[in-house]
């Protein structure tokens, strides 16, 4: 564009700044009229079309935290001590703390600065003022350096940097703030679009066609202001459900194409049903405090047949089975947890169908370990629970709804391997492939509930498939997310940019 067509696309706000583009940032939008957000508004838009160049520099300052805006105004701890000494000359520990007003640690921090200083010294619990008069009015650096906050970070004097790196090994006296100042650059064209602003009257140039301007013929002789289409202009992030419930969706999705029904459920159970349910002896390592999150409350016991039941069997197994051979106690199994997987949802759901009743069941949510955080573990993560209950079920009708859940996840490869749970047998775990990470994932833990699971809740022992995936690491691999981590650290920049899960 020539001249004339650069300033005939002169938006208001940009000829408003145009006069005083060569001034510092809070000069334009002072003397423009424009706040600051419409004034970088119209510097962007300059830059766009390259009347001016933009650069940011962080100018960093010191300035008072909590603790500083108060000893600033009360004194610094050691000087409040200071005072309460100088008046005795001799005082106890006990009742200079007193006297001073001090919390613990202001009193030790003030002792050990003034003992570094040699202004005081201690003997058996008592303070000893070592300093003369004139060493105790004289203000300290720190007070000197307080006083006279806010200061550039950049360039302070010995004294200053002394005192600087003493307050900031201190709590809240002090803090680093960072504050971008917005350096402008005119070019070469943007000093003849300057220069020539004269060329257009700004009173004939129109902004938009309202019905009083056509009306009243208010568009003669006007001209209209040139739109540039390739122009930037701001992104704009439309409202969208969080990634991690997309997944969740779409997993419930599957299961309810394949069948199934949804089973849903409180976060805090019994270790009743988290536990004893589900075959797990009251001294397995998994009841305790390392592994799982107990809450100091009693949760009530469900039907007293059912517990008799979980409770023979614990004691003295089923079907020949032999149990775990020891005394089973109520007390264990109302403790409250946070459930560490949603398969106390899968007995619970037993419980209550009758003996011979055929069904397909699933659950999405929630569940808590005591796990070291690490890129693939996190102590809250989200389960996939499913359960398919029949007498003619087995363990190729298992692994063939595995594979199908995850193909439909997008996991092509999937292996399989024996494992160990209390509550099946056969057990088995199952590996997906991480193509980003190029290594194997396990996501399955899987297998066919034992007689000494299904008997109790159902009254027979009836062939249960059970599995339950570690679903967010199939998320990760869905939205190209390395670390588990970053499922709930919520960037607002990360968040807009996520693709949605069009399955």
Same mark, same amino acid.
């Given at each position: 564009m020539d001249t004339k067509e650069i300033l005939e696309s002169l938006s208001p706000i940009e000829r408003k700044v145009l006069p005083y583009l060569e001034e510092p940032f809070p000069a334009i939008f002072e003397k423009s009229g424009l706040d600051s957000t419409s004034a970088l508004r119209a510097l962007n838009f300059l830059q766009n079309k390259k009347l001016i160049e933009l650069s940011e520099e962080t100018e960093k300052t010191i300035e008072l935290d909590i603790n500083g805006v108060l000893y600033r105004k009360k004194g610094l701890p050691e000087r409040r001590l200071l005072k309460v000494v100088a008046d005795s000359k001799t005082i106890s520990l006990e009742e200079a703390k007193k006297q001073s007003s001090l919390n613990d640690n202001e009193f030790k921090a003030a002792l050990g600065a003034l003992k570094k200083k040699a202004i005081i010294r201690l003997v058996k619990e008592n303070i000893i003022i070592e300093a003369s008069p004139e060493e105790i009015i004289k203000k300290s650096l720190e007070e000197q350096f307080l006083e006279s906050l806010p200061l550039k970070l950049e360039g302070l004097k010995p004294e200053q940097k002394f005192a600087y790196d003493t307050l900031s090994k201190r709590k809240k006296i002090i803090m680093i703030e960072g504050k971008k100042n917005i350096k402008v650059k005119v070019t070469e064209l943007g000093k003849n679009i300057i220069k020539n602003?004269?060329?257009?009257?700004?009173?004939?140039?129109?902004?938009?066609?309202?019905?009083?301007?056509?009306?009243?013929?208010?568009?003669?002789?006007?001209?209209?202001?040139?739109?540039?289409?390739?122009?930037?202009?701001?992104?704009?992030?439309?409202?969208?459900?969080?990634?991690?419930?997309?997944?969740?969706?779409?997993?419930?999705?599957?299961?309810?194409?394949?069948?199934?029904?949804?089973?849903?459920?409180?976060?805090?159970?019994?270790?009743?049903? +988290?536990?004893?349910?589900?075959?797990?002896?009251?001294?397995?390592?998994?009841?305790?405090?390392?592994?799982?999150?107990?809450?100091?409350?009693?949760?009530?016991?469900?039907?007293?047949?059912?517990? +008799?039941?979980?409770?023979?069997?614990?004691?003295?197994?089923?079907?020949?089975?032999?149990?775990?051979?020891?005394?089973?106690?109520?007390?264990?199994?109302?403790?409250?947890?946070?459930?560490?997987?949603?398969?106390?949802?899968?007995?619970?759901?037993?419980?209550?169908?009758?003996?011979?009743?055929?069904?397909?069941?699933?659950?999405?949510?929630?569940?808590?370990?005591?796990?070291?955080?690490?890129?693939?573990?996190?102590?809250?993560?989200?389960?996939?629970?499913?359960?398919?209950?029949?007498?003619?079920?087995?363990?190729?009708?298992?692994?063939?709804?595995?594979?199908?859940?995850?193909?439909?996840?997008?996991?092509?490869?999937?292996?399989?391997?024996?494992?160990?749970?209390?509550?099946?047998e056969p057990s088995l775990e199952g590996d997906v492939w991480n193509e980003e990470r190029g290594e194997w994932m396990e996501v399955f833990a899987a297998g066919i509930f034992r007689p000494e699971v299904t008997k109790p809740l159902l009254g027979k022992a009836v062939p249960v498939l059970a599995w339950g995936p570690g679903f967010d690491r199939m998320i990760m691999k869905i939205f190209g997310i390395k670390d588990i981590r970053d499922l709930y650290k919520n960037d607002l920049t990360k968040l807009r940019e996520m693709k949605f899960l069009d399955k």
């Open positions: 602003s004269g060329m257009i009257d700004e009173s004939k140039m129109l902004e938009k066609l309202t019905p009083e301007i056509i009306k009243n013929s208010g568009w003669r002789g006007k001209k209209f202001r040139r739109y540039d289409i390739k122009g930037y202009v701001p992104k704009i992030s439309g409202g969208k459900r969080h990634f991690v419930s997309q997944a969740t969706d779409y997993a419930r999705k599957i299961w309810t194409e394949l069948g199934f029904q949804e089973m849903h459920g409180n976060l805090i159970v019994s270790g009743f049903w +988290n536990f004893d349910a589900l075959f797990t002896p009251q001294d397995h390592p998994a009841r305790e405090l390392h592994d799982t999150f107990f809450i100091n409350k009693k949760s009530p016991l469900p039907d007293k047949k059912i517990v +008799n039941e979980v409770k023979k069997a614990h004691e003295f197994g089923v079907e020949g089975s032999r149990g775990w051979d020891y005394k089973w106690k109520e007390e264990p199994a109302t403790q409250s947890l946070l459930r560490t997987h949603t398969t106390c949802l899968s007995v619970q759901t037993l419980s209550k169908l009758k003996a011979g009743k055929i069904g397909k069941y699933f659950a999405v949510g929630k569940c808590f370990r005591n796990e070291t955080l690490d890129w693939s573990h996190c102590f809250e993560f989200n389960q996939t629970e499913g359960i398919v209950i029949d007498e003619n079920a087995n363990l190729r009708h298992l692994l063939g709804f595995l594979k199908e859940f995850a193909k439909k996840m997008g996991f092509e490869k999937v292996r399989f391997r024996p494992h160990y749970f209390p509550y099946t």
